[in-house]
């Protein structure tokens, strides 16, 4: 059972075998409400359709997210698509496509696949039904995302102290995997990797403004406004694609607080992004395990303050270039972590303003840093300390990977 519609390509063979199962369960724990409103909408209660998914977005807001039940997650899921679909009736495609996003992002992983699948009919509709703006007005303007490949002495000066003035990180070329993994992997130690990646589609596509519209902009995303996560002003919001890429467009000419859409699984969400990516070979020298793909995009100027993480790490840098400096992993102490467990991983110790009177340890302590340019990839071994900001704007992918408790 699902909401009515003669266009086939709206299909959702998931939700419709399901219905009976989910209802009885969504029964059991109290929602006759939903249960009711969801029937109305499955038959076309556009009203009764929102109303639904309004009682499930108050159930997953009704304690930690740890604690909600799965099958009110899979009712929000459920609620999406039927409003998605009412959406699609009425040739309300952005709204279709937000409703779709939000169930990918917030809903639960049964009925992913039906979502997943009127995303791409809803996307082409999208794409057929819009006549580009910015073409008709400006047919001749530059839509490239980075324009001018070079950083100014401007950037360079806001860098932290002593940049660029130390050990920097080797950088390889042509490196086998045997290398990789006798060289750098088991040893545990930084390399840049200049042309791991000349083969991916996305170094081509990602600085095409056009392309990246055309693929991804209407759909809603999860990105941070702020400084940082440390910053108590820092807030996330949820945006249209197309409005991230304007905010990315307009930061160096504003005052506005920069937005980043940062440690995100995009690409489980718009797999057309995931084929341009290829996961790199290093990420399986020590038999290991991909455990997270993630994006990292977001305007000059946007920083990820000093931390630490669990797993390997190959930072990919596709459009743009970063500046990264990092610490060993062996000098925690000497970095001040918080002592909050949520925060343990993060130094107090703020790069851009350091204050050696409060933190004398970070006196003379080294580190390694480098530009990460465009087409570079950076092994950062587990836990080694590191921060990293943006000279231009950039797009990057991290791919994390854990070895196999028997390499």
């Known amino acids: ?104 992002i917030m ?26 703006q910015q073409q008709q007005k400006c047919p001749n303007a530059d839509r490239r995302l980075v324009r001018d490949d070079v950083v100014s002495k401007e ?37 840049i990797i200049t042309d791991g990646m000349d083969h991916w589609p996305a170094r081509s596509k990602w600085n095409d403004l056009d392309y990246l519209t055309k693929v991804a902009g209407d759909r809603t995303v999860p990105v941070e406004v702020g400084k940082n996560y440390l910053y108590p002003e820092w807030k996330q919001e949820l945006i249209t694609f197309s409005q991230f890429l304007e905010r990315i467009q307009a930061s160096g000419s504003t005052s506005a607080a920069p937005t980043y859409l940062a440690q995100h699984p995009l690409f489980d969400q718009i797999t057309e992004l ?26 000059a100027g946007t920083v990820t303050p000093l931390h630490h993480d669990p797993h390997h790490n190959v930072f990919a840098q596709v459009v743009g270039k970063k500046y990264i400096r990092l610490y060993l992993a062996s000098l925690s102490e000497e970095l001040y972590p918080y002592t909050e467990t949520m925060l343990c991983n993060s130094s107090q110790v703020d790069l851009d303003n350091i204050d050696e009177n ?31 900001r943006s000279l231009t704007p950039s797009l990057s992918v991290s791919f994390w990977w854990s070895e196999h408790e028997s390499s």
């Open 1 to 104: 059972m699902s909401a009515a519609n003669s266009d086939h390509d709206l299909d959702t063979p998931i939700l419709d075998s399901e219905w009976t199962h989910l209802i009885q369960s969504i029964s059991k724990q109290g929602g006759y409400a939903y249960v009711r409103m969801a029937s109305r909408a499955a038959a076309g209660d556009r009203r009764a359709a929102e109303a639904a998914r309004e009682m499930a977005w108050e159930q997953l807001h009704s304690g930690p997210w740890h604690s909600v039940l799965p099958v009110w997650r899979d009712a929000y899921s459920m609620a999406c698509l039927h409003v998605s679909k009412l959406h699609v009736a009425a040739g309300e495609f952005s709204d279709a496509l937000r409703a779709l996003d939000m169930g990918l």
């Open 358 to 388: 409060e933190f004398p340890k970070m006196r003379d302590l080294e580190f390694l840093d480098c530009i990460l340019e465009e087409g570079d990839m950076l092994y950062i071994p587990p836990k080694w300390w590191h921060y990293v």
């Open 155 to 191: 950037l360079l000066g806001v860098l932290p102290r002593k940049s660029l003035s130390c050990k920097m990180v080797v950088k390889r070329s042509g490196l086998s995997l045997e290398g990789f993994l006798s060289e750098y992997l088991l040893p545990g130690r930084p390399v």
């Open 107 to 132: 809903g639960g992983p049964l009925l992913k696949p039906d979502l997943h699948s009127l995303v791409t009919v809803v996307s082409a509709k999208a794409r057929a039904a819009r006549v580009s």
């Open 274 to 299: 995931r084929e341009d990516v290829c996961i790199p070979d290093y990420c399986f020298a020590g038999g290991g395990e991909l455990r997270s793909l993630n994006a990292w995009f977001g305007p």
